[in-house]
């Protein structure tokens, strides 16, 4: 019975092999990047420069830049260039100036020089539209643009007039641009994912820090790893040279981006992909037997049992798949993210420590092709939807790993007693104050700072890892993970090389940090297949020759340490 849960589980393998395909042709499509620049940057440049904007913008536009954004001028505009308020923003700004500094930068008007400007320059504008208290003005409508891009943190209409502005989008063909990290509220509501694209830019503050090298190394990285279709540009506006330094990095941007295959040009939207709910079935009874396979390492439970909870666990999923579906995948997702890494420990086979870690890893990735066919969809595409519980599924695993080694001894349980007896046998063991005290501390702060370090929002990245990053990012197609490579993977062949030994047991949970890292990185459905895959590729291979390198350097120690018979230099 045990293994037709592994049938299952390689018919969901081929189930999301072909999801993988479909994934990988819709992406392959995607190869037109557009560049859109920031009008009021410009003005304030060529204010500052004394020349008209127009001549900045056509500059731009015999570069390949076709697109400009404009924003309204707010209240603050109002007050510099002696704008007359409608007399709605007047009213609502009287009734409230006890609100002042909540008001200063929301939108009143959209400037109509600012248009012209653009249409005179044979360029397109873009407005970006917010969500003002007083609603939004709508005098960008009459420019028929085809693209709008949303800013602050509030769509446009949000949160009772969201489907007004979804049937105008609709009505008048609109793409909408998201912006990366942004979070817009009500931003699912404006438009089906077929209709968006996902827009990266960076902030004035931060440009006038980053030197040109890393500012088209981050452009380049949004578009190849992270499905960015619109790049929203800025000038510099200080230091020497400002326009002359903001024209070479569009140099460097364009030639670069030409380079890696993608042309310029009006960006295209996602097509609606959704993969018929008979495959996702299909995956989901794989995951659930994976499920069930590493509930029968732990308790000892006949194969029928385990073969029932599978059937169960995925007519539940279905079920829940029924009234919301994308509940369904991201909960499957999850279970495929907690359970095969642990799985995976599990399967070292083979007589060499080569298949044995081939092994291991192929389980991993596994997982991750089931979690990444779990979550198929245009809307995980554009990350308007996405893999939840990513701190969770990064500690589980590990927790996982840390209590199979307590409990090794008596694994897979059969009997409630068999557990008691060896939680009292643990509780009553001798440990040195200073181990404990140490040893505790030292965990505890491994923890605390393996925990921050996941997702996108934790602690600052070592200026020293920035460097390791870029140059990997320079010298290969892209970047594998630091915590597979230098982390999980050698742990893992120091781990299979030395499993005969009780003293290395205390690598497991180490080791599978590089586990739950391979499946991870395939839940970012937003980053193109074939880069997570030559991702995950490349920190296989660098992690298994680090940890044969540093095995050999320790095979090397302990023959010195045994040789030393006089200063004890090697101890030392």
Excluded at 158 to 183: K, N, S, W
Aim: include cysteine.
């Amino acid at each position: 019975m045990r293994r037709i849960l592994w049938v299952l589980v390689c018919a969901a393998l081929i189930a999301s092999a072909v999801v993988a395909f479909q994934r990988i042709g819709l992406e392959a499509q995607q190869d037109t990047v557009e560049l859109v620049y920031d009008y009021r940057s410009l003005e304030l440049l060529a204010d500052r420069m004394g020349v008209d904007v127009t001549d900045l913008l056509k500059e731009l536009s015999s570069r390949g830049v076709e697109t400009v954004a404009i924003a309204p001028r707010n209240l603050v505009d109002a007050a510099v260039y002696g704008v007359e308020l409608p007399a709605h923003v007047s009213s609502y700004v009287v009734e409230h100036r006890d609100q002042l500094e909540l008001l200063w930068d929301m939108p009143v008007e959209f400037p109509d020089e600012a248009f012209a400007a653009v249409a005179s320059a044979g360029m397109k504008a873009v407005p970006r539209l917010s969500n003002p208290p007083w609603g939004m003005p709508e005098s960008w409508r009459q420019y028929n643009p085809t693209l709008v891009i949303l800013g602050a943190v509030e769509s446009p209409g949000f949160p009772d007039r969201l489907g007004e502005y979804a049937r105008l989008f609709a009505e008048m063909g609109i793409r909408v641009g998201v912006v990366e990290f942004a979070q817009q509220k009500g931003a699912p509501q404006l438009a089906p994912a077929s209709q968006m694209v996902r827009v990266h830019g960076i902030n004035q503050r931060e440009l006038e820090s980053l030197s040109a090298d890393r500012i088209v190394s981050r452009y380049l990285r949004g578009v190849r790893e992270r499905n960015i279709r619109v790049l929203y540009l800025r000038p510099f506006l200080e230091g020497e040279n400002p326009w002359a330094r903001s024209l070479a990095v569009l140099t460097s941007l364009t030639d670069q981006l030409h380079a890696g295959g993608y042309r310029l040009g009006e960006s295209a939207p996602f097509p609606e992909w959704q993969v018929p709910l008979l495959v996702s079935v299909v995956i989901w009874l794989g995951i659930w037997a994976g499920a069930a396979l590493l509930l029968g390492e732990w308790i000892k439970f006949p194969a029928s049992v385990l073969w029932a909870s599978a059937v169960l666990g995925t007519a539940a999923t279905t079920a829940l798949a029924l009234k919301n579906l994308q509940l369904a995948q991201q909960g499957a997702a999850f279970l495929a993210a907690v359970a095969f890494p642990c799985l995976a420990l599990k399967a070292k086979r083979g007589r060499s420590t080569l298949a044995r870690f081939a092994a291991v890893s192929g389980v991993s990735i596994a997982g991750g092709l089931l979690v990444a066919g779990s979550l198929a969809g245009t809307q995980y595409l554009i990350k308007l939807a996405e893999f939840r519980g990513v701190k969770a599924a990064h500690v589980l695993p590990v927790a996982a790993a840390a209590l199979s080694l307590v409990l090794q001894p008596v694994l897979p349980l059969a009997s409630w007693r068999e557990l008691r007896e060896r939680v009292r046998a643990v509780w009553n063991l001798s440990v040195p104050l200073k181990l404990l005290i140490v040893g505790g501390t030292a965990a505890v702060c491994a923890g605390v700072v393996y925990i921050l370090r996941t997702g996108n929002i934790g602690l600052p990245v070592a200026q020293l890892e920035v460097y390791l990053r870029e140059f990997l990012e320079k010298a290969l197609l892209v970047r594998p993970r630091t915590k597979e490579f230098l982390i999980g993977h050698p742990a893992l062949y120091l781990w299979l090389k030395e499993e005969h030994r009780e003293r290395a047991a205390w690598l497991t949970p180490i080791a599978v940090i590089g586990q739950l890292s391979m499946v991870n990185t395939f839940s970012h459905i937003h980053t193109p297949l074939l880069v997570t895959l030559a991702r995950t590729g490349y920190g296989l291979l660098f992690g298994y020759i680090i940890g044969w390198m540093i095995y050999q350097l320790y095979q090397l120690g302990k023959g010195l340490w045994a040789r030393d018979r006089g200063f004890r230099v090697s101890r030392l």
